[in-house]
């Protein structure tokens, strides 16, 4: 779904510019990837870690579930989608660095 797909959505969820719809077999994100205290990537509940670029592509096609697509700055990262509960938030998460 994209973000102008319904003008009537909640302003918590106006900030997407993408909401993939997640597949059967989607992982979710259970630690941020950190190099220099910024995120560079993502490790999944499979054991994989991602690029922040793979992480993007993964969850536009469905494979990354609890997470939209939106825009800083012209570039593009995952955000969680809201659900009133604040430990899966990315923010949230465990961070591993990078080797």
Known sequence: MHK???DNQ???MMAFKEIPEAN???EQIVALVKSDGRVTGYQLSDGRMV???EGIALAKNGGIEGVGVATNKGGEYLKT???DHEGNNLSHLP???ED
């Open 95 to 97: 961070s591993v660095t």
């Open 4 to 6: 102008d797909d319904d």
């Open 81 to 83: 989608l809201p659900d």
């Open 10 to 12: 909640p302003l918590s």
């Open 24 to 26: 059967e077999n989607a």
């Open 51 to 53: 690029t922040k670029e």
